[in-house]
Nanobody, 125 residues
Framework: VQLQACGGGLVQPGGSLRLSCVAS?????????VGWFRQVPGKEREFVAS????????NHADAVKGRFTIARDNAKNTVYLQMSSLKPEDTAVYYC??????????????????WGQGTQVTVSS
């Protein structure tokens, strides 16, 4: 299974975007714990948020807490990342991935698999 992120684009500081994540191959995404990560050139991939299978429990990085919200619609087999009050430092390629053991508390990229190509988010005036 591989997850594909989409919905990125160019947005002004203070603006909003909603990213979507869907699965290709394997079981439906509704059966997985999913995390969002981001990466800028020359830096390590960074944890953004994660969500359990039911969607009732989430985990957000301090850098995005209060601005980003992870959610899922299992009926639509989609996981979302709603991003608001965007800052230039949020500029990155955003990826979604599956947690290897179903633990949404895990934040290391090495605990996730199924990485797709990612979607570029650029925050600039």
């Amino acid at each position: 299974v591989q997850l594909q992120a989409c919905g990125g684009g160019l947005v002004q500081p203070g603006g909003s975007l909603r990213l979507s994540c869907v699965a290709s191959g394997g079981r439906p995404i509704s059966t997985y714990v999913v995390g969002w990560f981001r990466q800028v050139p020359g830096k390590e991939r960074e944890f953004v948020a994660s969500i359990n299978v039911s969607g009732r429990r989430t985990n957000h990085a301090d850098a995005v807490k209060g601005r980003f919200t992870i959610a899922r619609d299992n009926a639509k087999n989609t996981v979302y990342l709603q991003m608001s009050s965007l800052k230039p430092e949020d500029t990155a390629v955003y990826y979604c991935a599956i947690n290897t053991v179903g633990n949404f508390y895990q934040r290391s990229p090495s605990d996730y698999y199924g990485w797709g190509q990612g979607t570029q988010v650029t925050v600039s005036s």
